[in-house]
């Protein structure tokens, strides 16, 4: 586990990056920073412990503001910048393979990151967007989405909206849902982690 700080616009963004592979990496986006969130959440370190365990290196970061980053929360433009810088970083490190996975507000990043890089071609894996708490309305086609994880009592992310939503977010995305999980996933973090392990690995 190796911390790190790489640049946001004008910013000092503080991460940790865990490096099992040179080619293969997964950056995580943590929950809303205005609730308590970090890079430290317990599913965001989850996540990344899937990762490492499926041969992929893992960064996680403080979107700006939060912790050690620099500046302040910028109700998600600022946010997309963070983000993009993250993926700079791991591109200058020579990372071929660049995977976008985000947890509830961090999911909500990287879709609105997505409608201004319509051309990239990165796997995106969405664990329970906020989409009944957050207006996900002006979200269009999210190119790369491959899966969308939430749980089925979660009034955050609702898995009824998610489905009205996947026909225009991406029609080929698999829908995954957690039985009886709500949006913490408390005592279900095995059944997520075990999915989240089948989408890394494509299966």
């Given amino acids: 586990m190796k911390p790190i700080t790489f640049k946001s616009q004008e910013y000092q963004i503080e991460g940790v990056l865990e490096t099992v592979s040179d080619s293969h990496a997964a950056i995580i986006t943590h929950p809303h920073p205005l609730y308590g969130a970090d890079m430290n959440n317990s599913v965001v370190t989850a996540l990344s412990g899937v990762c490492r365990q499926s041969g992929w ?26 983000l993009q810088s993250a993926i700079d970083y791991l591109k200058a490190l020579n990372f071929q393979h660049i995977l976008l996975a985000g947890y509830s507000f961090g999911a909500w990043i990287i879709s609105l990151w997505s409608q201004s890089n319509v051309n990239h ?61 709500g949006h913490f996933f408390e005592t279900h973090a095995n059944e997520l982690k075990k999915l989240f392990q089948q989408d890394i690995d494509g299966k």
């Fill in 57 to 82: 290196s893992a960064l996680r970061f403080n979107f700006r503001g939060v912790g050690r980053s620099a500046g302040q929360f910028d109700e998600g433009t600022g946010e997309q910048a963070d």
């Fill in 121 to 181: 071609d990165h796997r995106i894996i969405l664990v329970a967007p906020p989409v009944a708490f957050i207006d996900c309305s002006p979200i269009g086609r999210i190119q790369g989405l491959y899966s969308v994880i939430a749980g089925e009592h979660d009034d955050i992310a609702p898995p009824g909206k998610i489905k009205a939503l996947l026909p225009v977010w991406q029609p080929d995305a698999r829908m995954r849902i957690i039985k009886g999980a």
